[in-house]
């Protein structure tokens, strides 16, 4: 009968703590999480219309780390894990690519949470790299034509200019690497 109580009181045990766990978000000690949207919206859009635009010669990688793209060029090993540190965790709207995987270039979409000094600081930073950033509102989504105009124009050797087959294009600003 003991045995029976003693079995009793463990499973109450086991279940309360369950339940307490499942109140604080936490399973058995571990974060719990919820499936999130990979893309906004605009976003969604404005990837569905890079690829249309580009086509085969091109390739468009959503959400990238900017980790993933460039590597710090710190001699000192300490400086160069904090210069990687700052950037790793920054995630860069769409890199495209040419068929090859080199990178042509980013393309970074601002709505109104934007902050143009931060921009202008994260623009920097791919450009002394050599990684050229176009930057459109999510306002005003650019067209087919558009899209292409800008990449001839931060690569004409990826992208000639009968390609293009239009004039003019609604990129906010362009930051070219030097």
Not at 77 to 83: G, H
Not at 86 to 115: P, Q
Not at 147 to 169: C, F, K, N, Y
Request: with cysteine; charged share 25%.
């Amino acid at each position: 009968m003991e045995f029976s109580l003693v079995i009793a009181l463990i499973f109450v045990v086991v279940i309360a703590m369950a339940i307490a766990n499942a109140r604080i978000g936490r399973r058995f000690g571990r974060p719990t999480y919820s499936k999130s949207r990979f893309l906004t919206q605009p976003e969604a859009q404005l990837y569905r219309r890079l690829k249309s635009a580009l086509g085969e010669g091109f390739e468009v990688f959503a959400q990238v780390s900017m980790g993933a793209i460039m590597e710090p060029q710190s001699r000192d090993k300490q400086t160069r894990r904090a210069d990687f540190n700052r950037i790793c965790a920054k995630r860069i709207d769409f890199i495209i690519t040419d068929n090859a995987l080199d990178i042509v270039c980013i393309v970074e979409l601002d709505d109104r949470s934007h902050n143009i000094e931060k921009d202008a600081e994260r623009d920097a930073l791919t450009a002394s790299a050599g990684i050229p950033t176009i930057r459109w509102m999510a306002r005003a989504l650019p067209g087919p034509k558009d899209i292409r105009r800008a990449i001839h124009e931060l690569a004409p050797h990826v992208m000639s200019e009968d390609q293009v087959q239009t004039s003019g294009w609604q990129a906010r600003r362009i930051a070219k690497a030097t």
